[in-house]
Structure formats: C-alpha cells, structure tokens
C-alpha cells in the first residue's frame, strides 16, 4: 500500500474515532463540571487544601486561584530541575542552569511545553516525573476549568459566582486526566512505547564499551502529553523517536489523544447550555478549518514545485520514513491546531507553504479544535464576535446564547483578540533587531525570519513546536520566550474570566424573531469567515515576509 492510500485511511479512522468519542467524552466531561456530588478522595484532598467545595468564586477570586497555583508551579519545578543532581534516578545529569530551568518551568506551567533543551541528556526520571508530568496534568486541567467558566457566564444570570477553581481543577485532574492516561499508557505500551525505570538501556557490546540509549517511563509520560496537548518529548526527536512512537498504529493513537478532548468540548458546551445543535455549530467550524488545512499542507508537501523533489515526488526531507508525507502532514496539522508541541516530522524541513500552514494554524489561536479548554474558549469569543459583526449589520443590539453583546463584552473580546498578536510581533521584532539574537539562525532570508516568527508564535499561542533551525538556548532566548509564554497564557485568560463574570451578571433576554440563529449553517459560515479574516488577516505582513516570500520567490 502506498504512503498516500496508507495515509488517507489513518484520517479516515481518525475521523470516525473522533466521531464515536464526541458524545460520551462531552457528556462525561459536562457531569464532571456539573455534578453536586463530591468523591469521597475529593473531600480529602479538599480538607487537606482548606477548601469549601460548596463556596462559588466570583470570576476575580477564580482568576487568582489560577494565577496562584501557576506561580507555585513556576516555582517548584523551577527549584526540582535546579536540585535535580541531587535527586535520586538522576542518571548523572547535572543541574539545569537558571535561564533554562526558568524558560523550562514557565513552558511547562503555561501547557506549551517549548523545550531548549535535549531531554535525553537533560533530565533524570524524578525530573521528568514529578516535574514535568505533574504540570502537564495541571496546565491542561486548568484550560478546561477556565472554559467551563465561561459555559457558566452563559447559563447563570444575575450572579457574580462561576464556581469554584479548586474543585473543577480536583474533579477534572481525578475524573478525567488520569483514568484516561492510565487506560492508554497501558495501550501505548501494548503498541511498542517504552516504559521503564532501569538504568540506560544497553544496545550492543563493542570493542570501545558498551552503547547505552535512554529509555524512561515514555508511555505514562507519551499519554498525557498528547492528552492534555501538551508536547513535551522525552526525547529531542519528540514522536518521531522510535521509542515514542514506533509504529503507525501508535501514530493514530497519539493524534487521536491530541485531538478528542477539544473536538469532544464542544457537545459539552451544548450540554451545559441546554442545546446541543450550539455544539454542532461551533464544532462543524473546527472540522471545516482542520480538513481544509490538512489538504493544503498534504498538497504542498507531495506537489512541491522544486525539480528534485517533484522527481521524488515529495518533499521527504526532516519526515520519518516510517510515516511518509500523509501521516506527517496529518500530525503537524494536529498539532500546530491544537496546543500541542509534539512532532513526527521536523517543520523547518517543510516546504515554505507547508510550514506556513503549521503558522497559520497556530496564528489563528490553535481554535481547531486547539488545547484543552483554550481552543473552545478562543472559538466562542470568535462566536461573540461573530454575532456583534452581524448585530451591527442590522442595526440590533447583538445576542448569543440569551445574553446581550454590550460594549463591556466587546472589550474583553477584543483584549482577548489583540493580545497574542501583540506578544507574538513585539517578540519578534525585538528579536529581529538585536544582531547577537538573529545570528541564532542557522538560514538567512526569509527562511531565517520565519524561524524567528514560528518560534514566538509557537510560544506566545502555548504550541511548543518549533522550527529547528534556530537555537534558542541562550539567556535572551530563555528569558524572552519565558515572559512570551506567560503573557501568552495568563492575560488572554484574564479577559475570559472577565467575559464570564460580566455575561453571568446579565439577565437572559428572550429570543424574538430578530435574534440571530447561532445554530445554523448560516452562523457557521459567518464564524469560519470572522475567524479567517479577523484573526488571519492580523498576521499576513509578517507572513508576507517569510513563508509567502520563500514560498513565491
């Protein structure tokens, strides 16, 4: 079978397990945050926090909950990977140095996962155990808590509480994350991962010693990686790395964990708000912009107009053999529309329009269907949007969802809109100005700057991908790309939460016959339109400069 046919069906059951998990995993995930009922571990754990599980938090209580927890969680690891000499199972690494330990503990608590660093001649187990992986269940836990507040400004009126953060985090991190990482580690590991705890693996006896290959409990750390679209590899090669992702049938498996959890959030939305046809529409506009981004970097990476490579028919170069040109454009694909840093391909490999797509996909806010939580947020915000366009269009005041789309609800929409770009551009261009930073760059042109710019938008959307022709481990590189994912995650969250306490205030108006029907085709197209030009047209110059550039030269 040829790579293209292989490739082709691995969409196809992508597609259909995806379909099969949309109903059961909403509605498992809308009882999680809906549920009066607390587990009895939950009530020890929220005795031993202090908590009161049955006290709401209005939206600036739940704001710095989040802003408190990620700070602690900057803090310690930051502190684990400093000490982890000392720690036992550290397989003689040293101490990370403090500009990386910093960038690395801030990758991790933002859920972008970005990695200066060769993880393999890096970390000891405890550091990638109790560090890294304890925030990869966090961070994603804490982008589906942040949305379920927003679920709630809908379906609350005249209130100021949204729930409580602790309790949502608790509930998702215990009823979701971790039976779903244990139930698939066991299946990765039954597809060929590695897990293991021994000391180096020994390959063969040779005259000048033995060969060693690090190993590490790679499936429990593969699962949750993917799961909660966080990226972080255990090795450099990420999964493209034998160990990580030996086969095409773990290859499925790790696309699928990526994506089902934020195709899955939309029926829990229109669980939560008591129509599910609100859920269709939003996720019919996820699937339309991946499938349609999937055929455009599948087109581009098998019809590419170099001579040697159109002879080849591909451009093979960075991909793994063992996948070809369909199963790696489907991979990057996935993970550049979600928050997830994982490859099985290099994307500075790709040609200058495929790599754009991985860009563009980032660019537009990972929305399709994007990170844990952070990708239906970003989408209803486009959603308000949408609506306010079209209020404006008939001369009415804006609706979505029985609450009105007042100039308060506009701002915080904007806020959200205007701030990636802002850290995404202002980044970049300080970087393209300091001649020490661009020297970093292993191409000139406008290959060059669009590894400076993949490596921001990367960061300040919380991808974690990067194009590997730059490097980036120096002490500007780690601090600013630290401050990058920070600013990235935490302020666009700010305005989330105060979007929800602002729509939880109002009182529902009924729907009269001139409200906008927010669950039909119609919608569906204003919203794919309002998220292609609003959000991708901010964006053109600087793409103009480099992947349309190289790509049209």
């Known amino acids: 079978m040829s790579d293209t046919a292989a490739g082709w069906l691995q969409v196809a059951a992508l597609v259909l397990l995806l379909a099969v ?55 310690l690891l930051y502190l684990l990977l400093r000490i982890q000499h000392h720690l036992m199972m550290a397989l003689g690494m040293p101490k990370m140095q403090a500009d990386l330990a910093y960038n690395t503990a801030a ?6 996962n970005w990695q200066n660093y060769y993880g393999e ?61 244990i139930i698939f580690a066991i299946v990765l590991m039954a597809g060929g991962v590695v897990q293991s705890l021994g ?14 290959l690090y190993t590490g409990a790679t499936a429990s750390q593969e699962v949750i990686k993917e799961f909660g679209t966080n990226g972080g590899g255990i090795f450099d090669a990420n999964s493209a790395h034998p160990f990580e992702n030996p086969n095409g049938f773990t290859n499925l498996v790790e696309i699928y964990l990526l994506l089902v959890i934020g195709f899955a959030l939309p029926r829990t939305f229109g669980k939560m708000v008591g129509s599910h046809k609100q859920g269709y529409a939003i996720v019919a506009v996820m699937a339309i912009i991946w499938m349609g981004s999937l055929a455009f970097a599948t087109f581009f990476e098998t019809h590419h107009h170099g001579v040697n490579l159109a002879d080849g028919h591909a451009a093979l170069e960075g991909k793994e053999a063992r996948f070809g040109i369909p199963a790696s454009a489907l ?33 537009l806010g990972e929305i399709a269907p994007g990170g844990t939580g952070s990708g239906l947020y970003g989408m209803l915000i486009l959603a308000i949007v949408t609506v306010f366009i079209a209020g404006l269009m008939v001369g009415r005041t804006p609706e979505y969802l029985g609450k009105k789309i007042r100039p308060a609800e506009m701002k915080y929409a904007a806020l959200y809109i205007l701030t990636t770009p802002a850290v995404v551009l202002i980044f970049t261009g300080i970087a393209m100005a300091l001649p020490g930073e661009t020297a ?30 730059l490097g980036g481990n120096t002490h500007w590189w780690n601090t600013a790309g630290a401050l990058a994912m920070m600013f990235g995650r935490f302020l666009p969250m700010i305005w989330v939460l105060a979007l929800a306490g602002s729509l939880a205030k109002q009182q529902p108006v009924p729907e009269s016959s001139g409200t906008l029907k927010t669950a039909s085709p119609l919608f569906v197209g204003m919203l794919l339109g309002t998220v292609l030009l609003v959000v991708g047209l901010t964006y053109f110059p600087a793409l103009s400069l480099g992947p349309l550039a190289e790509g049209l030269h």
């Open 440 to 469: 970093r760059m292993t191409n000139s042109g406008p290959h060059g700057f669009s590894e400076v710019l993949y490596a921001f938008t990367s960061m300040g959307n919380n991808n974690g991908s990067a194009f590997a022709g």
């Open 121 to 181: 001649n890096t970390l000891g187990y405890v550091a990638q155990m109790t560090g890294l992986a304890v925030q990869n269940f966090v961070s994603a836990s804490v982008g589906i808590a942040v949305v379920a507040t927003l679920i709630r400004g809908f379906t609350r009126s005249k209130t100021d509480r949204l729930g409580n953060f602790w309790v949502d985090l608790t509930r998702i991190v215990i009823r979701l994350m971790l039976p779903f990482s």
């Open 331 to 363: 991979f990057m694909t996935s993970t550049t529309l979600t928050s997830t840093g994982a490859v099985n391909s290099m994307h500075d490999s790709y040609t200058p329009f495929g790599g754009g797509a991985a860009m563009f996909n980032m660019m």
């Open 199 to 212: 000391d180096h693996m020994t390959v063969i006896h040779t005259i000048n010693g033995d060969q060693h």
């Open 21 to 75: 998990s949309y109903r059961p995993l909403g509605d498992y995930m809308a009882h999680i945050l809906t549920s009066r009922k607390h587990w009895r571990g939950e009530k020890v754990l929220y005795k031993a926090m202090g908590v009161d599980p049955e006290a709401d938090q209005t939206w600036g209580v739940y704001l710095r909950s989040v802003l408190a927890i990620s700070a602690v969680g900057v803090l």
């Open 107 to 112: 990758s991790f608590v933002t859920n972008t």
